[in-house]
């Protein structure tokens, strides 16, 4: 069956530190992928999102996410991380016309 | 304007009642569809609507109707609303070549 996981359920960063969330995906063949942010009661927003070619996306917000095949991992990354980037983030796969989710990261970020 | 917008934003109704959610986009995206997020955060698709025509359906209860009278509007009607029916609906449009979804803002619905 098509799933995306996302390992981590929690993650708590210093403000400045760098982040890394983890995302895998198990599809017969390569989905597209996303990566979306909830902030507490707000709706879902778009940070990037990967189709084909340049494995290496850049998004919004500072976020950029790397696509392994050999690992079918995309991960999301951001070099330091601000206050303002505490929410929920999913991570998202599409290749049957509908977006299956993992269940989220919390990000926690520390002054 | 607001791309996809939901109505209304919060619901809270008691057990037994039924209830409606108006979806409408303004992106002339073919597709929309309706996502639950429970209180674990879990987003899962219910339904999704392309050109009108209903194209997933998954394993929703028969309580839970869509209808899309035109393809910018999708609403979800819900009959004899239980308590397990209290989450965040998040209604979605999309375009065949976007390769990309919008979201609303969702409506979060509480059953007492």
């Known amino acids: 069956a098509q799933s995306v996981t996302q390992p981590d359920i929690h993650i708590t960063v210093s403000e400045g530190a760098s982040l890394e969330l983890r995302c895998n995906y198990s599809?017969?063949?390569?989905?597209?992928l996303f990566w979306y942010v909830q902030s507490p009661g707000q709706g879902l927003q778009l940070l990037l999102k990967?189709?084909?070619?340049?494995?290496l996306v850049q998004g919004i917000k500072g976020f950029e996410a790397e696509f392994k095949r050999s690992q079918s991992s995309f991960n999301l990354r951001k070099p330091s991380v601000h206050w303002s980037d505490a929410a929920e983030y999913f991570c998202?796969?599409?290749?049957?016309?509908?977006?299956?989710f993992g269940t989220g990261t919390r990000l926690q970020v520390f002054p | 304007d607001t791309a996809v917008s939901q109505t209304p934003k919060y619901l809270v109704t008691q057990m037994g009642n039924d209830k409606s959610i108006k979806c409408e986009q303004n992106?002339?995206?073919?597709?929309m569809y309706w996502y639950k997020q429970d209180s674990k955060k879990f987003l899962k698709i219910m339904f999704s609507?392309?050109?009108?025509?209903?194209?997933i359906n998954e394993t929703v209860p028969n309580r839970f109707s869509p209808k899309s009278p035109d393809k910018a509007h999708l609403n979800l009607h819900i009959n004899s609303l239980e308590l397990g029916d209290s989450a965040v609906y998040f209604c979605?449009?999309?375009?065949?070549?976007?390769?990309?979804?919008?979201f609303g803002s969702g409506t979060r619905l509480t059953v007492v």
């Open positions: 599809y017969g063949a390569t989905p597209y």
């Open positions: 609507y392309n050109n009108k025509e209903l194209i």
């Open positions: 992106l002339g995206h073919d597709t």
């Open positions: 990967y189709f084909s070619g340049d494995t």
């Open positions: 979605a449009s999309s375009q065949a070549g976007y390769y990309g979804y919008t």
């Open positions: 998202a796969g599409d290749n049957t016309d509908k977006l299956i």
